[in-house]
């Protein structure tokens, strides 16, 4: 007997038989990203490469593809392989990486699908480029420009124009456009400063294509963008491809930015939890912790019952390894304090010492997208269809 | 042609060689704290049940079984089937769990190993002991006192009790005694401080244990206890079984408190990360990061050269999904600010525009020893052993 814990769920189970802690995903408001973001992509005549980290699903990225992208971003090798494993048949690495196993692996993978990769020092084009004419393989280089974060990319035209020439002087390479890529644009919440960020952002870019065009270099694709600035970039004039990966899971601080030049995407990532003890009054403690949810920006937030739902609502307080300490809400509304943790509350939907203990579930926002995504985000049944519950869940994910 | 990505070493390997991020063990000192805390324990007379959440490794657990731990303890029965499945005979799930899905995965596991779990509502106790009954298995049963920490476990001898005798009804379940685990205590950072918070705990402890003999019950096993109190717990004359998990490992929290009744378990993972792009003065931006590394308890630490140490040292100072940014300390020793962050600074390891890119790897704290564990925490190669280089690192783990 081989001996490996149950699946969460099998399709058609009702979403409370759901195991916990798991990664639920609401189908409907999904679909309805990945489609939302195609179009908008399209009307606005740009190219859609969605990015994989915020997934690293390769039923997420044929969906996306089905909808009109051209392929997909990783950020780094050892992410693309599966996708290309998977068939996806185009893929960019929209980081810089450097040693004799990356260069092998970027080689191996070019074998494979379509691959183009961001540089910013010419050791690595000319690591790169005699490894890939070696194996016959051919390579689309981007040189990344720093456009404001501050971070990786070339910070001034000589830089620029030094890779351009080294990746000339490769026969088995490609210059294959510009990375042009800010962070930190993505998460300015006021709509005008991130509109302003953003055209600071491709203004540098545009800069750096004049550059070019001094020089007589054609630039096919100039990358960049995420869920933030989409909707600045697709009209900028700039960018020719985009590289959104958070909007179709959202997250908290996404889900937080002020939007308005499109429709903010949906929530459609959850984590369900259970409440699993419940012995101090104004307190429960549930099965989603430290390890099935990132905290780096803030604890989750928006605690949905399903069930129990006129019972009193929870924050969640604390993160432990494998425990969510949770707090009773004032009844004053959303805006009370968390009662529970000064004592006891008035209403308790978890009855201590004897009671029986209902299984309560427990849907939370996540705080961040990707990096919980990461920690256990294999999509295990995207097919899993259950209704009648708000909200309608309709398929899940567990690491 | 199977598409993976390449292992990340081999054994025999030089350390330079390995491909990053990567977690790395130097197995010296993991060895040593494995040793010292059997020793400790057997010393004092205590059980050693260490606490498998902090590695999740069949691997590691079977080394301490054979220092003479008794088995390991599981914070949830999903992460009790590996082990089950390794051949680890005893184990405890420290904590509780409701549910149909979960009361089957405790009696499947009872079925393969001995299996002890812990509860605080009898409503627990009347849905595992029908089922154990049924599956023909027994369960050893530890009601959860709470001795501080306010989180799990009951709160007075009622309920205590009344558990006792929900057990006692089961024909299948036995009382196997009472946890009594106090997480907070585990990190107060002072010496004298931890000391009172771990006497106050065994204090409650022992109060639960003199009203179970007033009602006549045998309480053979007090298990609890954690790295930061378990020189405490051992001595305490209550804890007959201690669960310390992180000592293999350590990490930047454990190792900024003050130790005095046993020595230091020593630093035992790191993680290695290669510097991939440095195009601004003062800056340079390393593979690992917020996919790499917990951060929850601040960002990595103490940072070491593995190559060109003569150069100047770098604090980490923002993780991003997969960009560690690190800025370049002043000269002025440990105490000096992070110069890189306002602009240029002396000394520069890296040079950019055109300069050859050097493979620097860093080698850092983790911020939290068992939340990064759990991101990328399969050992892959426990025997690889590389020699020459300082931390001596002789055995690495990957995801």
Redesign the interface.
Known sequence: M?????APARPGDPLD?I??PSLVIDLDAFESNVRQMAEFAAAAGVTLRPHA?AHKSSEIAKRQIAAGAKGVCC????EA?PF??AGIANIHVS?????A??T??AV?LAA?VRLSVCV?????VEALGPAAARAGVRIDVLPEV?VGQ??????DD??LL?LVDAIAAQPALRFGGIQAYH?GAQHVAAHAERRQAAQLAAGRAAASLRALEARGVRCEVVTGGGTGTVEFDARSGVYTELQPGSYIFMDGDYGSLEWSGMRRPRQSLYIAS???????PG?A?C?AG??GV???SGLPKRVAWLADRAEAPLDYIA?????G?MAVRDREGDGGRAAGRAGPAGSWPLR??????R?VRVLSRRARG??VA??RARIVALSLRVRGSTPACTALTRK
């Open positions: 081989k001996l490996v814990p149950p038989a195991g916990t980290k950020q780094k090798l050892s392989y290309a494993a980081n810089e990486f450097i040693g196993d990356k092998a692996m191996e494979h910013d020092a010419v050791a690595q720093d501050g971070r990786c990319g070339v910070t000589t830089q030094r962070g259970t409440i699993m003890s419940a012995t101090h307190r403690v099965d430290l390890k990132a905290v780096d993160a432990n390894d494998e425990h300490v201590p010492d004897g009671q029986p203990l299984r990707d990096a990461d920690r």
